[in-house]
Structures are given as structure tokens and as C-alpha cells.
């Protein structure tokens, strides 16, 4: 069965500096992996998808994300930090048989001025 | 990407009521996916609705207690029937429009009391 992990329920990051939200995945076939943000009392915005193809991707909000293949992870990323960017975010994993979304528990990021 | 309204946007409702939750894309879709977020939780699948054809569920769920409309291409309804306080969610809709670009609805934040 298809599965994502986000193993940290909570990263604390200060303002300014690099943020790596961790998630590695476990599917059968070729991944079709997701990002998604969720900011307090609002749906899921997208950032970004990983199908195929290079394995830096790079989304919205500065976000981008590395596939990597022999790890089974698909961590998200952003060079430089802002409050703004605290939010719950969740790493997906496309079901590709019956084409449905499973996510993982979520990651609540914290940015600190 | 496919634009989901989303309604109602939250409600409070009494135990052993029922409530109707409407989405209405902006393009028609194949499928269309209901999830439940349950507070402080992840988002779990609750059922697929294509056009013409019963929904299928997950485990865990049943028609009885979500039923779901899918009366054509571009919208559907989830019913939480009979509810009780731990039905009390965030109920989202789903589409994915084009090239794996899952949207998802604003979100209806049901509490039942």
C-alpha cells in the first residue's frame, strides 16, 4: 500500500534562516509525491508535485523540494525563512490505482522572528 | 487549476442532525474527493464520487452515514447524517482537474453540539 511519513510533528526555524520539512514515502511503482500548505481556518493551497523528471522542484512561495529516489524522501525546502511561512504542511502520495491522494500526519512549521 | 466553491463554510449543529455539503467546480471532472480532517489530525479519505455511479468508500466509512450525490460533471454533495460531537471536522472536497493537480475546496468546519 502506498504511505507517506513526516516524522516530525513540529520544526522550529528562525527567521531568515534555511527550513527542511522531512518526509520519505513507500509506494509501489513510480511516485507521484505532493506538497501542500494549510494556514489556520483555510483549505490546502498546493506547492508543489513531483511526476517525473529533474529531481529539484520547485514551487510556490520560494518553496522547492528533492526527490530522491535511493532514500525513498521527498523533503521540502526553502533557503530563507519568513514568519509568514508558519503553517501545517502536509507531504502526499498519489495512490495511482484508484488516483486518490494519502497524506501523511503533517508537519507544523514554526518561524521565529 | 480548477477553482472548488465550497458550502457551507462552517456550521454548528445539533446532535442527530444531518447536514448537506456542497461543491461546485468550475470545470467538470471525473472524480471528485471527499476527505475528513479531524481536529489536529491528517486528512482522511472518506470516499470517491464519480458521475453515474455509487461513491466508492474507504474502510471505516459507510453510505448510511456520508451519503454522497454526484449528479453530474461538476458538482456533488457529502450528507453527515445523524451527527454526534465526534463527527465535529473539516470536511473538504477534491478534484483532480488536470495533470495530477489536485485542488481542494476552502474547507466546511462542521460542529456538532
Known amino acids: 500500500a502506498q504511505s507517506v511519513a513526516q516524522p516530525e510533528d513540529q520544526v522550529n526555524v528562525a527567521e531568515g534562516n534555511p527550513l527542511t520539512v522531512k518526509c520519505t514515502y513507500s509506494?509501489?511503482?513510480?511516485?507521484?509525491l505532493f506538497w501542500y500548505v494549510q494556514y489556520p481556518n483555510r483549505g490546502l493551497q498546493f506547492l508543489l508535485k513531483?511526476?517525473?523528471?529533474?529531481?529539484l522542484v520547485k514551487g510556490s512561495y520560494g518553496f522547492e523540494a528533492e526527490f530522491n529516489k535511493s532514500q525513498t524522501s521527498f523533503h521540502l525546502k526553502k533557503p530563507s525563512a519568513l514568519v509568514s511561512d508558519s503553517a501545517l504542511y502536509f507531504c502526499?502520495?498519489?495512490?495511482?490505482?484508484?488516483?486518490?491522494?494519502?497524506f501523511g500526519a503533517g508537519t507544523r512549521l514554526a518561524v521565529h522572528p | 487549476s480548477a477553482v472548488i466553491s465550497q458550502k457551507p463554510s462552517r456550521d454548528i449543529c445539533q446532535r442527530g442532525t444531518s447536514l448537506t455539503i456542497q461543491c461546485q467546480v468550475d470545470?467538470?471532472?471525473?472524480?471528485m474527493f471527499w476527505y475528513r480532517q479531524q481536529p489536529g489530525q491528517s486528512l482522511t479519505l472518506i470516499a470517491t464520487?464519480?458521475?453515474?455511479?455509487?461513491?466508492?468508500?474507504e474502510s471505516g466509512f459507510v453510505i448510511d452515514k456520508f451519503p454522497i450525490s454526484r449528479p453530474n460533471l461538476t458538482f456533488s454533495t457529502l450528507t453527515v447524517s445523524n451527527m454526534s460531537p465526534e463527527d465535529s471536522s473539516i470536511y473538504l472536497c477534491?478534484?483532480?482537474?488536470?495533470?495530477?493537480?489536485?485542488?481542494f475546496g476552502s474547507g466546511t468546519r462542521l460542529t456538532v453540539v
Open positions: 477534491s478534484v483532480d482537474a488536470s495533470n495530477y493537480g489536485y485542488t
Open positions: 509506494v509501489s511503482g513510480n511516485p507521484y
Open positions: 513531483y511526476i517525473t523528471g529533474d529531481n
Open positions: 502526499a502520495v498519489r495512490d495511482g490505482g484508484y488516483n486518490k491522494l494519502i
Open positions: 470545470s467538470q471532472v471525473t472524480m
Open positions: 464520487a464519480n458521475q453515474g455511479s455509487e461513491a466508492t468508500y
